[in-house]
């Protein structure tokens, strides 16, 4: 049984760029949620998708995008890319909403911008 | 912005020697839990533990929540070099959370042989 996946696992891009990043979700799991996590720092919570839509926002600007695939795999999207986007993208997945349920990360992609 | 802060941020400690790590979070939870994570790489959840519930044990870790204080710890004991990791907490906010997970900045742990 598979568990979460993440593409790719390092990536370098420049300022003002682009960048599309994927997560497959463990088998069973319907709930993919997005966490930015700086070096040094606790993971931040971007957004949360649900039945291919946006269910929950945290604090972070409409540059980062995101859909979900019927097969419950997800992509994060960053456009115009600041050096600050730099850090540690990690993909969650869980069933349902509900908020006893356990979450499952993926190995996260190292996004460097330059 | 980070809901929990654990203390305290670094522990070094020998082989065989328990290991404390506190969290404080500010708003009232679902549940808390509490995730590893080596080497800046993916978190591994170790344990989850309900509003409701005041202690919990899983192999060699126990967890207690405080919820009048706001306040939980983890222990790990007769620790390993192979404990050497990050470990966080993390709260699901009790009201219109849904699955949404609030860490903590983290406690950096090294166990030395």
């Known amino acids: 049984d598979a568990g979460v996946t993440q593409s790719p696992t390092h990536l370098i891009k420049t300022r003002g760029q682009q960048v599309t990043l994927r997560c497959s979700p463990k088998?069973?799991?319907?709930?993919v949620s997005w966490y930015q996590q700086a070096l040094g720092q606790g993971p931040q919570f971007i957004f949360q998708?649900?039945?291919?839509?946006?269910?929950q926002r945290g604090n972070f600007p409409d540059r980062f995008s995101g859909h979900q695939f019927p097969n419950y795999s997800s992509e994060l999207n960053v456009n115009a890319l600041l050096l600050g986007d730099s850090a540690l993208y990690l993909c969650?997945?869980?069933?349902?909403?509900?908020?006893?349920?356990?979450?499952?990360f993926g190995p996260g992609t190292r996004l460097t911008v330059t | 912005s980070q809901q929990g802060e654990e203390d305290p941020q670094a522990l070094s400690i020998q082989e065989g020697e328990n290991a404390t790590m506190n969290c404080s979070y500010k708003?009232?939870?679902?549940?808390l839990q509490w995730y590893r994570q080596n080497s800046g790489r993916g978190l591994v959840h170790l344990i989850l533990?309900?509003?409701?519930?005041r202690e919990k044990h899983s192999g060699r870790l126990r967890v207690t929540l405080d919820t009048s204080k706001k306040s939980s710890s983890l222990l790990i004991t007769a620790s390993r070099a192979a404990d050497t990791a990050s470990y966080f907490c993390?709260?699901?906010?009790?009201?219109?959370?849904?699955?949404?997970?609030?860490f903590g900045a983290g406690t950096r742990l090294a166990v030395h042989p």
């Open positions: 969650a997945s869980s069933q349902g909403l509900a908020g006893g349920s356990k979450q499952y």
């Open positions: 998708y649900y039945e291919e839509e946006e269910r």
């Open positions: 088998s069973g799991h319907d709930t």
């Open positions: 993390a709260t699901v906010p009790e009201a219109g959370g849904y699955n949404k997970l609030i």
């Open positions: 708003t009232s939870i679902n549940n």
């Open positions: 533990i309900r509003s409701n519930e």
